[in-house]
């Protein structure tokens, strides 16, 4: 991961195209916040 896309991790924005991979990518997301 580039340490300019942790700015994303406050915002809606996610640096993915949408699909699978993006479900993915918030679910781990998700998980990595709580």
């Known amino acids: ?3 300019e896309d942790d ?3 406050n915002g ?3 640096p ?4 699978d991979g993006h ?3 918030s679910y781990l997301m998700r ?3 709580q």
């Open 12 to 14: 809606p924005r996610i």
């Open 16 to 19: 993915l195209p949408l699909g």
């Open 7 to 9: 700015e994303d991790l």
């Open 31 to 33: 998980r990595t916040m």
């Open 23 to 25: 479900k993915e990518w």
């Open 1 to 3: 991961r580039e340490p």
